[in-house]
């Protein structure tokens, strides 16, 4: 799947000198998690010696660039363009060759509090009720099993929490007999009909988590009556979903899934100006955004995930659990044969992104020697030695 080439060239500006100048302040003034601490540490320590490394050397003309390990922190910005790579090479053997809906669930500002203070709870009720709405319907008024992936998101493009998923959904299902309905080019369920659904499925959860005790977490329902009136508010509100035209391409598909399962809340890129007292950034439609660098951290750590959350679910003809339904719509979908094409090497899908090679000399175009460099251990933050 061909890529536009970026820019090779380092950042003017970097999350991490950010974490390394103001980090001490954020902690006095904010409590953060332990998981927080930790990706934090992962940021400022990435592809420092720290981590350990090489030393590329050209035999022919004497050249000499270190190049320090990455943290492969999950949240790190400089993390994610191989791992996107990796992730799409795999889900291409099982992508299915029709259109896809993008559909986006949304929970309603009233519950943010309660997703801040539980979490894992809160993304995994999300999860639950916008897959079970989605397939709920194709099962009605498709009589078949869709085909779905789901990817969490948090934030809004200057920072602020806002949990919602992204949901790629297959225009068209395989029902009982194994024959593939395709759906509407137009549309694939009523946006209403859908909102109703998801609003009815994360309020029967949220009622019965409760009666539970699953959520003495929140401070605001120590008061008997405050989820009840919660209840009641929530049930009036529009709830948000809609859904945008549907990919025609595979490979469109892909391209766009790959961008959202592996963004981080910023990136480097989208820093315009650091200072010791104010951070500029990108936000939308040529907009910029102001803040101090520890309103900035803060804003940047309350989108860290839960350890070992998994961000990115497949759920209907994509779940692991249904491999031989996916291959009998597969088989009806398409005649092509399976590509058994080896994927790249790292080096060849860092070249393919940036249009460097990482293995020749910039200078000469020698090939590069890499002597292995000692990790440096001074450098490592007490949460890491912990």
């Given at each position: 799947?061909?890529?536009?080439?970026?820019?090779?060239?380092?950042?003017?500006?970097?999350?991490?000198?950010?974490?390394?100048?103001?980090?001490?302040?954020?902690?006095?003034?904010?409590?953060?998690?332990?998981?927080?601490?930790?990706?934090?540490?992962?940021?400022?320590?990435?592809?420092?010696?720290?981590?350990?490394?090489?030393?590329?050397?050209?035999?022919?003309?004497?050249?000499?660039?270190?190049?320090?390990?990455?943290?492969?922190?999950?949240?790190?910005?400089?993390?994610?363009?191989?791992?996107?790579?990796?992730?799409?090479?795999?889900?291409?053997?099982?992508?299915?060759?029709?259109?896809?809906?993008?559909?986006?669930?949304?929970?309603?500002?009233?519950?943010?509090?309660?997703?801040?203070?539980?979490?894992?709870?809160?993304?995994?009720?999300?999860?639950?009720?916008?897959?079970?709405?989605?397939?709920?319907?194709?099962?009605?008024?498709?009589?078949?099993?869709?085909?779905?992936?789901?990817?969490?998101?948090?934030?809004?493009?200057?920072?602020?929490?806002?949990?919602?998923?992204?949901?790629?959904?297959?225009?068209?299902?395989?029902?009982?007999?194994?024959?593939?309905?395709?759906?509407?080019?137009?549309?694939?369920?009523?946006?209403?009909?859908?909102?109703?659904?998801?609003?009815?499925?994360?309020?029967?959860?949220?009622?019965?988590?409760?009666?539970?005790?699953?959520?003495?977490?929140?401070?605001?329902?120590?008061?008997?009556?405050?989820?009840?009136?919660?209840?009641?508010?929530?049930?009036?509100?529009?709830?948000?979903?809609?859904?945008?035209?549907?990919?025609?391409?595979?490979?469109?598909?892909?391209?766009?899934?790959g961008r959202y399962t592996h963004r981080v809340a910023i990136a480097n890129s989208?820093?315009?100006?650091?200072?010791?007292?104010?951070?500029?950034?990108?936000?939308k439609n040529g907009k910029t955004e102001t803040l101090h660098p520890v309103e900035?951290?803060?804003?940047?750590?309350?989108?860290?995930?839960?350890?070992?959350?998994?961000?990115?679910?497949?759920?209907?003809?994509?779940?692991?659990?249904?491999?031989?339904?996916?291959?009998?719509?597969?088989?009806?979908?398409?005649?092509?044969?399976?590509?058994?094409?080896?994927?790249?090497?790292?080096?060849?899908?860092?070249?393919?992104?940036?249009?460097?090679?990482?293995?020749?000399?910039?200078?000469?175009?020698?090939?590069?020697?890499?002597?292995?460099?000692?990790?440096?251990?001074?450098?490592?933050?007490?949460?890491?030695?912990?």
């Amino acid at each position: 799947m061909p890529h536009c080439p970026a820019s090779a060239g380092r950042p003017r500006f970097e999350i991490a000198d950010l974490v390394r100048a103001h980090r001490r302040q954020l902690e006095m003034k904010h409590f953060l998690t332990l998981t927080q601490r930790r990706v934090l540490s992962a940021i400022e320590i990435c592809r420092t010696a720290a981590l350990g490394g090489h030393l590329d050397v050209c035999r022919r003309c004497g050249f000499e660039q270190p190049a320090y390990n990455s943290c492969r922190n999950r949240h790190c910005p400089k993390c994610q363009a191989l791992a996107q790579e990796r992730w799409i090479a795999a889900r291409s053997e099982r992508v299915l060759p029709v259109g896809h809906f993008h559909v986006v669930f949304t929970l309603p500002s009233e519950l943010r509090q309660l997703t801040k203070a539980c979490p894992r709870l809160m993304f995994d009720a999300l999860f639950r009720a916008a897959s079970e709405s989605l397939l709920e319907l194709g099962r009605t008024r498709l009589r078949g099993l869709l085909a779905v992936t789901i990817v969490l998101h948090t934030w809004t493009r200057d920072l602020r929490f806002h949990p919602h998923v992204h949901a790629l959904v297959s225009a068209g299902a395989l029902d009982e007999a194994g024959r593939w309905r395709p759906s509407s080019i137009k549309y694939l369920f009523p946006a209403v009909v859908l909102a109703e659904v998801f609003r009815g499925k994360m309020l029967d959860f949220l009622r019965h988590v409760q009666a539970q005790g699953r959520l003495q977490r929140c401070n605001a329902f120590q008061d008997p009556e405050a989820f009840e009136r919660l209840m009641a508010r929530l049930a009036k509100l529009r709830w948000c979903v809609y859904a945008k035209r549907p990919f025609r391409r595979a490979e469109h598909l892909l391209g766009y899934l790959g961008r959202y399962t592996h963004r981080v809340a910023i990136a480097n890129s989208r820093l315009v100006d650091v200072q010791s007292d104010a951070v500029t950034f990108r936000t939308k439609n040529g907009k910029t955004e102001t803040l101090h660098p520890v309103e900035f951290l803060r804003r940047f750590v309350q989108h860290v995930l839960p350890d070992g959350f998994k961000k990115i679910r497949h759920f209907g003809l994509y779940a692991s659990c249904q491999r031989q339904l996916l291959e009998a719509a597969r088989c009806q979908l398409s005649n092509s044969v399976p590509s058994c094409t080896p994927p790249p090497s790292w080096p060849e899908q860092l070249r393919l992104l940036t249009g460097r090679d990482v293995t020749r000399c910039p200078h000469c175009g020698a090939e590069l020697d890499p002597v292995p460099l000692l990790r440096n251990n001074a450098r490592a933050p007490p949460e890491l030695a912990a």
